[in-house]
């Protein structure tokens, strides 16, 4: 570990290779995020691969150099750019089996030529290096590049954000603007060239693509925001090729350091897959589960509303819904905690509010239902299943839509009633807990709740203390009198706290 | 000025692959309208917008947007293309796209500013999502993310409006909401373009139609070219359609 770390900080070969690999993990990592996006990680791979014979020509021509290889890389990129395109304009061969084509020709034709010439006596050009990337061979004039690139491309698409924002999104509404889409197509394939041709030495030409499409997939599941997925990406980039980098020296035996990175990303990539806040595996888990359980609460609900008059226990709500004991007993916990469900001795009932929340499930299920025959046009036979779905989905909005765009039906499909929704106030009666203390509000919903009210000899302002709540009335106590309300009219009695 | 010619097309004539789509159309239309698109599937309405807008080759013809090439006219042009193939999972929010409709309005440097923040969340406001602001897109349901394109459109704040069919999977009320929109954008003496396809609101929404079946059946004001004749004409033997709308008894 200490040796590790002074090899890092005191060998010159290896802070090379840690800059390098930093500058090309943020590199390849933002420009990543724009292929990913644009279905175009295969043109990515092709572009690495074909840049190999570009390596073996300026070899060739001036030797071991820099600014050589660069120069050939980018010519040997542009020529596959325009093979591919002119086969696929010209030539009836569909247009991925082109870029197949074309890149692995060029692949081939580098890796003969550099095989060839590295056999030559003296001569330091191994192919491995080209393919892998090497930790040993990143010169002074390799950084300088990379770094003058990475800010090149760092600058334009902070510059050109908007118009690579929109080119990726919508194509045609980007032309109506009045942006070239050719233009920003071209300018990305450049930066894309440069990105793989920089990033030659570090990772290696059949690794490359790592680097641009994994930390770019990672960023996307992270983050629903473009530029925090490029910021996202740069940063997953920076960190696959820092610890593959490490990772492939502390291993030692000459081990490259392109597939230690690649491996370190893809690593990152599936922590990503599983624990990812908001589309992780694990999250879409714990969210299945809690739907799950609300749903087979909500069903034990509509048990005990659609049998009221019969004596419900744990065990005839496990036979009749088909769930064990246990996940009976769990979930009637939880409805009991929540004032759902009131527990007498063996026997199950629901309360007030259990009642409220069951007549909006039966509503649901029917409003549903005659949404399914009149507006979809299924028949009576078809529709249940698919009812007994939604009914735990849709919210309470959808349903009053669903409501008004039926012209508030008072009869399902089958000719059962739908529960009509209740008009509420603001405060209902029926929420105040026991003992707590209220006034009759001025405000009432309609003009017969007032008479109601002036019946019992309730009149405004007039104070009261909840004296008991019962299963389907509550008991008032004002000053001087109890007073019994039953429970239909406490839910739509207001009341001020 | 009302009345102010804004587009004008002559001799347009498009085809795909050796079909034609359209032929020989010749229209002039004028600041201050809402026109109807109407026509059958396949009758060349998409392909009218996207010619005038230069989005596609066009055979033959000249066509002028406020007496120049359209390329130099842009910025004055909003386009909501039909709900197509767009990416929804796309990393993008509501806001976002919204403000896609400032991009003509700034210069490559320049940065988006408060000003074009305050507009954009207008548009929303307008058409009723201010509320989905911070949302992903792919979050919202096919009517939302509709009204999510026309917003930006308005954020545009274009001269002239081409929505293709934008009431797709819109539900009523918001549906009279953007009309509405439209027609008090009419009265700015903008010019909109709508391609639609239920018969039976056009003599509601429109008050100029264009009746569209590859040729030019008919243009003009809807209370006197919105006809039996006409709508027959451009219907022809898809008659079933027009019962429908209660137009035929």
């Known amino acids: ?336 905690t929540d004032g759902v469900v009131n527990q007498n001795g063996n026997q199950l009932m629901l309360s007030i509010k259990g009642n409220e929340s069951g007549d909006s499930l039966v509503r649901a299920h029917r409003l549903w239902e005659t949404y399914l025959v009149d507006e979809v046009g299924l028949e009576e036979g078809q529709i249940h299943t698919e009812a007994e779905k939604y009914e735990h989905i849709l919210t309470e909005e959808d349903l009053d839509e669903v409501d008004k765009h039926l012209g508030f039906p008072t009869k399902d499909p089958h000719g059962s009633p739908i529960p009509q929704k209740q008009i509420k106030p603001a405060n209902p009666l029926l929420k105040l807990k026991l003992k707590s203390r209220a006034r009759i509000a001025k405000q009432q919903i309609t003009e017969h709740i007032e008479s109601e009210l002036w019946e019992l000899g309730l009149t405004p302002n007039m104070e009261f203390r909840i004296f008991k709540i019962g299963d389907d009335h509550i008991v008032l106590k004002t000053s001087d009198k109890k007073i019994k309300v039953n429970e239909e009219l406490a839910r739509q009695i207001n009341v001020l706290i | 000025m009302a009345g102010e010619k804004t587009i004008s097309v002559s001799g347009l004539s498009v085809s795909y692959e050796r079909k034609r789509v359209l032929y020989n159309i010749y229209l002039e239309l004028e600041a201050g309208n809402i026109y109807g698109v109407v026509g059958p599937n396949g009758a060349g309405k998409s392909t009218l917008f996207k010619s005038i807008l230069e989005l596609i080759d066009t055979s033959s013809g000249e066509i002028e947007v406020f007496g120049k090439d359209v390329n130099e006219v842009r910025k004055r042009l909003a386009y909501v293309p039909q709900k197509d193939e767009v990416d929804w999972n796309f990393p993008a929010t509501v806001r976002d796209i919204v403000l896609m409709g400032r991009y003509p309005h700034k210069k490559i440097l320049q940065r988006l500013n408060k000003e074009d923040n305050d507009i954009a969340m207008q548009a929303m406001e307008d058409i009723g999502i201010s509320d989905l602001a911070n949302r992903q897109i792919g979050e919202l349901s096919g009517g939302q993310q509709q009204r999510v394109f026309i917003a930006r459109a308005l954020c545009q704040q274009a001269d002239i409006f081409f929505l293709d069919e934008p009431f797709v999977g819109v539900d009523i009320t918001t549906e009279e909401k953007i009309i509405q929109i439209l027609k008090d954008l009419a009265s700015q003496n903008k010019t909109l373009l709508v391609v639609h396809h239920d018969l039976s609101s056009v003599d509601e929404y429109f008050n100029k139609v264009i009746l569209l079946n590859q040729r030019l059946i008919a243009y003009g004001d809807t209370e006197t070219t919105f006809t039996k004749e006409n709508i027959a004409k451009a219907y022809g033997p898809q008659l079933t359609i027009l019962h429908k709308t209660g137009l035929f008894e």
């Not at chain 1, 394939?189 to 920089?198: G, H, T």
């Not at chain 1, 392109?258 to 714990?286: D, E, N, Q, R």
């Not at chain 1, 008059?309 to 939880?334: C, D, P, Q, R, T």
């Open chain 1, 1 to 336: 570990m200490q040796e590790l770390f002074l090899t890092l900080t005191q060998d010159e070969w290896a802070i090379r290779a840690l800059i390098a690999s930093s500058l090309v993990g943020i590199m390849c990592g933002t420009i990543g995020s724009f292929i990913v996006l644009r279905n175009m990680s295969l043109i990515g791979d092709a572009l690495a691969h074909a840049i190999l014979p570009g390596i073996f020509i300026a070899f060739i021509l001036v030797g071991y150099s820099t600014i050589g290889f660069f120069l050939g890389s980018v010519m040997a990129g542009l020529l596959t750019a325009v093979i591919i395109t002119w086969i696929q304009h010209n030539v009836k061969t569909k247009n991925d089996a082109a870029i197949g084509i074309v890149f692995t020709a060029m692949f081939s034709i580098g890796v003969i030529g550099i095989s060839k010439v590295s056999t030559g006596d003296g001569v330091h050009l191994d192919l491995k290096d080209f393919l892998f990337g090497t930790v040993l061979g990143i010169s002074n004039e390799d950084i300088y590049l990379t770094l003058a690139i990475t800010i090149y491309s760092i600058i334009s698409i902070i510059i050109f954000y908007r118009y690579l924002f929109i080119t990726t999104f919508q194509p045609t509404i980007a032309q109506t603007m009045g942006i070239s889409v050719k233009m920003i197509h071209y300018f990305l394939m450049l930066l894309l060239s440069f990105a793989v041709v920089s990033s030659l030495r570090a990772v290696g030409v059949i690794l490359v693509v790592a680097m641009l499409i994994t930390p770019a997939s990672t960023a996307l599941l992270l983050s629903d925001k473009l530029k925090n997925v490029i910021i996202l990406s740069g940063i997953i980039g920076l960190l696959s090729a820092v610890l593959g980098l490490i990772l492939a020296i502390s291993l030692g035996g000459g081990i490259a350091p392109g597939p230690t990175m690649c491996v370190t990303a893809t690593l990152l990539y599936f922590i990503a897959v599983v624990f990812s806040p908001k589309k992780g595996l694990l999250t879409k888990f714990i969210l299945r589960r809690k739907q799950k359980s609300k749903i087979e609460q909500e069903d034990i609900i509509k048990h005990l509303i659609k049998n009221r008059k019969e004596k419900i226990n744990i065990a005839s709500v496990s036979s009749a819904l088909g769930l064990s004991v246990n996940v009976v007993k769990k979930h009637v916990k939880k409805l009991a």
